[in-house]
Structures are given as C-alpha cells and as structure tokens.
DNA sequence: TTATTCCCTAGTAAGTCAATAGCAAAAGTG
DNA sequence: CACTTTTGCTATTGACTTACTAGGGAATAA
C-alpha cells in the first residue's frame, strides 16, 4: 500500500497513459472533503491550511497554492490573518469533482493536447474522433455526476456503483 | 481546426488533467487503422512503415517506435527486408483500443503514479478511493468495449453511441 | 504593534514526451 | 555472393510538465 501523501515510495511505473489524477487533483480532493466536513458542522467555520495538510498528510505549501487555485475558481473561501483559513463556498452538493479537476488541470480530455473535437484524421482513421468523444463524454458523465457531498456521505449516483459493482473493477487487468 | 500529425500550431494550452490521449496511442490507432484496411483485403498483406506514416501524416521514425511496441504486444507482426512491412496479427474484431493504449502508454489509470487501489486515504477522504476506481471502471467500459474493426466501420457499441448523443458531447464546457 | 495566516512570484530537480540519428540485423534480388 | 531494402534497437535531444520549496508581501485579529 503507498502512503497517503508521502513522496519517497511513489511513482513506481513512471508511465501511463489514459487518465491521470495528478497530485494537485487528489490534493484538492482531500482538501476539499475535510473543509465538507467542517461545513457540516457550521458553513462558515475557518479551517486552516497547515490544519488540513496534517489532516491528510500533504506538503502544506503546495497544497496553499491547490487551495488559492479553488479560491479562484469559486469553490473555497478564505480569509487572512488570526483566524483565519478556508471554507467551502458553495453547497458541497453543488460542487462536482469535474469542478475540482478543471479548476486545478484544466481540460478533463486531451488528445495530443488538443481538444477531441479539434483534431482531425485522413483516410483510413476517419471516425477515430468519435471514440475520443465518447471517452471524454463517459468522464463527463461519471465526474460531473459526483458531487463532494456524495463523496463525503458515500452515497454515489446509482451509475456509479453499478461501475463499481462489475466484476473486475478493483482488480488490475492482467499484465 | 488542427492539421494531422502537424506539430506546428499544437498545444495551445499544455495543461490538462483527466485523460490524456498521447501522441503514441492516436498515431497507434491510426497505424492500426490502416492496417485493418489493407487486412480486410488480404490479412496477409505487409504494408510498409513509411506508407503507413505518409497515409497518416506521422513522423516515421516516431511510428517505427510504436509499430515495434504494437508488435512486441502481439498485435501487430512484421517482416524486415525488401517487400517487409507491417500487418495486423489478431483480428480486427479482438483488438480493442484498450489494448492500443496499454501496449503504447501502460495502464490506463494512475493516482498520482500509483494504481488507483493502492492509495489510501485518511479520515475524510476516507471513500475518494471508490471515486478514482469508478473512474477507472468507466474508461474500461468503453476502451475495452471498442474494437478495430468497430473503428474501421464506424460501428460503435450502442452504449458508447448513446454517449454520443448526449447533449453537448461535441462541445467543450464553458470555460 | 505584533503574531498569525493567507497571497503571490520565482525557482528547481526530476521526469516525461515527442521526436531524431545512426547503425545493426534480416530478407529478398540480381 | 554482393547489394538494396526494410525493420530492430539504442541513445540522445530539447521542450515541457510535475511536484514541490523558498521567501517575502498583505491582510486580519488580539
């Protein structure tokens, strides 16, 4: 098992194509179900920075800089000095992990950094598009259907656990 | 629009998170493309790198790499020598882009380098791991639902067609 | 005023990605 | 047997990204 936040055995298989959570999103993920957690309780409590770095044991300075990225974005407020810290500033069922991921990485699908619908293919390749859609339109569909509070209840859309419920879907495929 | 394996006016905005389609898996596809064309004649038939990569507007030398990944994965066999070349060694029905992409870029999802089952998650993001899973599920729900030959004939699943059709799968999100 | 806490810019080491160069090895042709 | 063609393989490159860290500036409360 690797370590929630710890750097020093990670990265095993340097590569990987298809989809990628990069520390920033699951970073910002944590973050942002520790400041649910608080909302719970009173929407308007505080949390400090250092306070949800310990919390999920991620480098504190990298994740001010995850948390000033969502304030930007409209997903976190925050206030400085004493007393200071973060909240969630929208209903944690409003928010969707699809926000999450593209406050923080930007475009949810790329091909060769372009987006899927602005590539185009000669030939014998002619309707390799499409299949690029589809893959981000089946990201759209699982991430924008996810909301924090979903996550943080653990109560996923009905499509979603049926995902989970296939057969094979914790196991890795065979090498 | 962008031009086909033109690198010139590429990537406009380099940050992207979710899924990333790399050069290797859309030059791939479209290697593999072309050869399902040349197999649906004779499944014998060699076809030369070099035409694969003018008939896809690729670097050769780049696609030589990937040909030799394809192959070493079994999907593909090759001839070296006057009148060699390239051509399919499965059918066309039992390859699925699935396999495309893991033979040219490894798995097709990564937490932050590792597989998503082996990240924990502390306290409050105790189920985060169920999310990035599902994740996974839904990309091999339609990469490993697709094959060449549905490419080929523009014959996709009807589950991935249905994606299609959702509104607004052809547009981006606003930003 | 002073301690606290977020805000912001820069920088950096390591790694990846996309591609190129060059030569070795095999296979067919004359 | 040369000789040409075509793939096999390794190494290298430059641009870029990722995952951080350093250090100071600005706001806020006691």
Redesign the pocket.
């Known amino acids: 098992m690797v370590q929630p ?1 710890n ?1 020093a055995n990670e ?1 095993l ?5 298809g989809v ?1 959570i ?3 999103a699951d ?1 910002g993920m944590r973050a942002l179900l520790e400041l649910v957690a608080a909302y719970r309780i009173d929407p308007l409590q ?7 770095a310990t919390a999920q044991q ?5 994740l ?2 995850i ?2 990225q969502l ?2 974005s409209g997903i976190v407020a ?9 909240r969630l500033d929208r209903d944690p069922s409003d928010v969707t992990i699809a926000d999450v991921v593209r406050a923080l ?1 930007g475009p949810l699908a790329a091909v ?2 372009n987006r899927p619908e602005d590539v185009e293919y000669p030939g014998a390749s002619e309707h390799l598009r499409e299949v690029w859609i589809a893959v981000r339109a089946a990201m759209r569909h699982v991430l924008e259907g996810i909301s924090l509070e979903d996550v943080a209840l653990n109560k996923l859309p009905s499509d979603v656990t049926e995902l989970l419920a296939e057969p094979g879907a914790w196991q890795r495929r065979k090498p």
Chains 1, 2 share one sequence.
């Open positions: 936040g750097a990265r298989s340097g590569k990987n194509g990628h990069s520390a920033k970073y505080l949390i400090k920075g250092e306070a949800i991620v480098p504190v300075k990298f001010e800089g948390l000033r304030r930007q925050s206030q400085r000095g004493a007393e200071g810290g973060y990485d060769r950094g």
